[in-house]
């Protein structure tokens, strides 16, 4: 059976070649509830504007929904679909948007459909955690993909033999994925320059106010000196360092030394700059990556425990319970 060209021969296009093919792109947006609304728009907008910059019609998109009505963002705001995942049909690209505690909903349909998109060759992508539902598909092996950096940790512990990178997007061969918010702007960006060129990107680029085209490659997050509001290079070394650190954690003097500080002035460094005791913002570090394990992932409490440095499963469950109110299996099953 032949499979469609379109949009999965051009992605492999130099940067800045433009694509001798006027028939129209189309996108398919397959919608997980409570997707990320901004992920969704900063994907489909540059399509609208590379349109309007070129007075024709390059892109085109339809949106679909698990059963094809309205499907509502993590925002609350509903949007009307096209048809449902079961009307998608071969296509030049679609995108699985997704958002917030993407794991508790049942993929099987949308699995089942994306199994078959692959298999006629139409390029799959993904925005946010939509990446996720690619991995359970099976979509991603052997490749390179990229996902929101407050996921990061749990997909890769969910699927340690899967590449995942902390890049803004990853496009390998057919498949794309970006982390989300405005990085699905750059990723597009990305494309519409393989596909049609530098110039129109540009344009693109003007009309969203975005000021430049970034790289794949740059950071998701801000620096840990914006993030932190602090510019004090050893003290900045040393956050660094705990955040590395997380399932073996270093002792207050083996940071303090790494850095050629005293125990004394590291503890006066963070309670002046930080407004408390290293080894309580130490500790909130690797209990906030815990609760993203268990909010994300079906590991094992003892598992993500350890995973997070605490030596036996009551002392992670003491700690959890005094920094968030609840346990970590009160945790679980709250968010279920």
């Not at 390179?144 to 496009?171: G, P």
């Not at 002046?272 to 993203?292: D, M, Q, S, V």
Request: proline share 4%.
């Amino acid at each position: 059976m032949s499979k469609p060209s379109g949009l999965a021969a051009t992605l492999e296009a130099p940067p800045g070649a433009a694509t001798t093919v006027d028939s129209v792109h189309t996108f398919g947006f397959l919608m997980v509830p409570d997707f990320s609304m901004i992920a969704f728009t900063s994907a489909i907008e540059p399509l609208r504007l590379a349109n309007r910059c070129s007075g024709k019609t390059l892109y085109g998109w339809r949106i679909f929904s698990p059963d094809g009505g309205p499907v509502m963002a993590s925002n609350g705001v509903s949007i009307a679909a096209d048809g449902s995942y079961a009307d998608v049909g071969p296509m030049p690209a679609v995108v699985v948007c997704a958002g917030v505690d993407v794991q508790r909903f049942d993929h099987r349909d949308l699995i089942s459909k994306l199994r078959t998109l692959a298999f006629y060759g139409v390029s799959i992508g993904a925005v946010c955690t939509g990446t996720y539902v690619l991995a359970k598909a099976g979509l991603l092996a052997g490749r390179k993909c990229t996902i929101h950096w407050e996921n990061h940790d749990s997909f890769r512990e969910e699927f340690a033999d899967i590449e995942v990178t902390q890049e803004l997007f990853e496009i390998d061969r057919n498949r794309f994925t970006c982390a989300g918010g405005t990085a699905a702007i750059d990723m597009m960006l990305s494309m519409i320059t393989k596909q049609k060129g530098g110039e129109i990107a540009a344009q693109v680029t003007d009309q969203l106010i975005h000021h430049r085209m970034r790289d794949s490659n740059e950071r998701q997050r801000m620096e840990l000196r914006s993030r932190l509001g602090v510019a004090h290079p050893k003290l900045l070394a040393v956050v660094s360092e705990m955040e590395k650190s997380l399932e073996a954690p270093l002792s207050c003097s083996e940071l303090a030394e790494d850095v050629g500080l005293s125990t004394r002035q590291l503890e006066r460094l963070f309670r002046k700059y930080i407004g408390e005791a290293p080894t309580k913002y130490y500790l909130g570090l690797r209990l906030n990556r815990a609760r993203f394990l268990l909010r994300q992932t079906s590991m094992p409490i003892l598992t993500i425990g350890l995973a997070c440095g605490f030596v036996s499963a009551s002392h992670f469950s003491k700690c959890y319970s005094e920094h968030f109110g609840r346990t970590p299996s009160q945790e679980r099953r709250h968010v279920a």
